[in-house]
T-cell receptor, first 113, second 115 residues
Framework: DSGVTQTPKHLITATGQRVTLRCSPR?????VYWYQQSLDQGLQFLIQ???????AKGNILERFSAQQFPDLHSELNLSSLELGDSALYFC????????????FGPGTRLTVL | AQSVTQPDIHITVSEGASLELRCNYS??????LFWYVQSPGQGLQLLLK??????LVQGIKGFEAEFKRSQSSFNLRKPSVHWSDAAEYFC?????????????FGTGTRLKVLA
């Protein structure tokens, strides 16, 4: 158990819909990272937040957005969903915003029908 | 551009045999390197990491990796594989960007262990 929690575990929705994925980092960790894992794209970095502020952006679509709240939990919002958005979405946390070890949550499996 | 290459998509070994998983990176500065393991239906777990110092690093579950700067490689090894090692293994490099670091992952190597 990494100490990072993600909810929900599974999510099934339809094209065009909007969903919110939630992540709680390990106690004391200030950074939260979001990743998308799909069969054709592998593990792709989406976005990082550090202590409430956006720090780095990766291959995140404009239809996706995220935020980190004062209690340090984070939410990833996916809107206008397409079939190709079906994937495993992982959250990871680390102590700082350097090259720290990242601890991964169990993931949310999103299925878009 | 920075990248991580894991040339072997699948590897099959017999239980008790030795294992080496290859990882090559492309990054101009001093690399921070990691190996993660992902069991089916699970998140990624850190096996080991290299930041500086001794180029041979020891990790959990009996794994080790050797950093070779001249070859831009960070190969993962285990002298004797157990059936429970069957999983997917990811190599990653942390690259500096805009005052922080982001991870770039390889495409993974899926390990199958024969009894």
């Amino acid at each position: 158990d990494s100490g990072v929690t993600q909810t929900p575990k599974h999510l099934i929705t339809a094209t065009g819909q909007r969903v919110t994925l939630r992540c709680s980092p390990r106690s004391g960790d200030l950074s939260v990272y979001w990743y998308q894992q799909s069969l054709d794209q592998g593990l792709q970095f989406l976005i990082q937040y550090y202590n409430g502020e956006e720090r780095a952006k990766g291959n995140i679509l404009e239809r996706f957005s995220a935020q980190q709240f004062p209690d340090l939990h984070s939410e990833l919002n996916l809107s206008s969903l397409e079939l190709g958005d079906s994937a495993l979405y992982f959250c990871a946390s680390s102590r700082g915003d350097g090259a720290d070890t990242q601890y991964f949550g169990p993931g949310t499996r999103l299925t878009v029908l | 551009a920075q990248s991580v290459t894991q040339p072997d998509i699948h590897i099959t070994v017999s239980e008790g045999a030795s294992l080496e998983l290859r990882c090559n990176y492309s990054y101009g500065a001093t690399p921070y390197l990691f190996w993660y393991v992902q069991s089916p239906g699970q998140g990624l777990q850190l096996l080991l990491k290299y930041f500086s110092g001794d180029t041979l690093v020891q990790g959990i579950k009996g794994f080790e990796a050797e950093f070779k700067r001249s070859q831009s490689s960070f190969n993962l090894r285990k002298p004797s594989v157990h059936w429970s090692d069957a999983a997917e293994y990811f190599c990653a490099v942390a690259v500096a960007t805009s005052g922080t670091y982001k991870y770039i992952f390889g495409t993974g190597t899926r390990l199958k262990v024969l009894a």
